[in-house]
């Protein structure tokens, strides 16, 4: 990768990773359900008028927008409601990668291979050891529904995998069209018109920023910028960029948010970082196309990807 390309992948892992703390911020604005629906309906207009019409079935685009969007970030933003730090939650969401594979392995019927088990079993010694550090002092039910947000990602995951959309920002915001009502509707059951009408009353250039942030920089910018990378560059070579998304979600709490960091949650962090990592490559380099005849050369590890070719569906949803 050339060297503004890398810094533009780096520069989408801190987006995202500092995207904890703007929910962190956001949530003291937003009953959760309501912020939540509101990136999405943000994210979704007017961008839904200028990508084009969807590239994947219908049925696709609702599956990954209910899971996805209502159960993942419900989920994801209840929990950090609830008392689960942001750092820790942008850590904690790595797991999605374990999730991944898991369900992959039962729906796909793809297997992993023994490096791959091993990253996944090293991952869920570090969410063990970071639900030791969490329970020592946390809310142990916050920590558990990130968890599940982490869970729901991974079912998400496959089904973009079986969706296989050829442009990740068009999928991105045709997904996005789908939680809005959704989230809207369980914003006024659980949370209440009275809390949501009070919430958009006192809406300031605070929340405004806050919700653009969410909405604009993370998804669009972030997913634009993403998929420009992977339409450049093997997803091999782009997607360990998100094992700096915790790096930049840790560091910004500690600083914006003063977030202690125990030891306890740096060798979680080591841990699930790890994990992760063996999982996620070790599954690519096993899923590499091989050329069939091997006296060929291999091409060269920088070559750009067509662009129509359809993207490694991890690499695409590691944000928050």
């Known amino acids: 990768m050339r060297p503004l390309h890398i810094a533009l992948a780096a520069l989408v892992a801190a987006v995202w990773g500092v995207n904890f703390v703007v929910i962190e911020v956001g949530l003291a604005h937003f009953p959760p359900l309501l912020f939540s629906a509101l990136r999405f309906l943000v994210a979704a207009l007017p961008a839904v008028f200028l990508v084009g019409r969807p590239t994947v079935a219908w049925k696709w685009i609702i599956g990954v927008g209910l899971v996805l969007g209502v159960a993942k970030f419900g989920l994801l933003f209840i929990g950090m409601d609830r008392g689960m730090p942001a750092g820790l939650s942008s850590l904690v969401l790595q797991v999605q990668a374990v999730f991944t594979a898991l369900f992959a392995a039962l729906a796909l019927g793809e ?3 023994g490096v791959r088990v091993l990253g996944m079993g090293v991952a869920l010694a570090g969410i063990g050891v970071a639900a030791v550090d969490e329970g020592a002092g946390g809310p142990v039910l916050a920590f558990v529904l990130v968890v599940a947000a982490a869970a729901c990602w991974g079912v998400s995951n496959v089904l973009t995998r079986k969706a296989a959309p050829s442009d990740s920002l068009n999928f991105m915001v045709w997904v996005s069209t789908v939680p809005v009502l959704p989230l809207l509707g369980l914003s006024l059951l659980f949370e209440g018109p009275d809390r949501d009408a009070e919430a958009l009353a006192a809406l300031d250039w605070s929340g405004v920023g806050i919700i653009v942030y969410v909405a604009w920089i993370t998804t669009i910018f972030g997913f634009g910028a993403w998929g420009f990378l992977l339409r450049h560059h093997p997803a091999s070579s782009v997607a360990p960029f998100t094992l700096l998304v915790p790096v930049f979600g840790m560091s910004s709490a500690a600083l914006f948010l003063d977030e202690s960091v125990s030891s306890l949650r740096w060798c979680a962090a080591a841990l699930l970082v790890g994990g992760v990592a063996l999982t996620s490559l070790a599954g690519r ?36």
């Open 111 to 113: 297997r992993p291979g």
């Open 285 to 320: 380099r096993a899923n590499a196309p091989q050329a069939p005849d091997a006296p060929q050369a291999p091409e060269a590890p920088d070559a750009p990807q067509t662009p129509d070719a359809p993207q490694t569906p991890d690499a695409l949803t590691a944000r928050a």
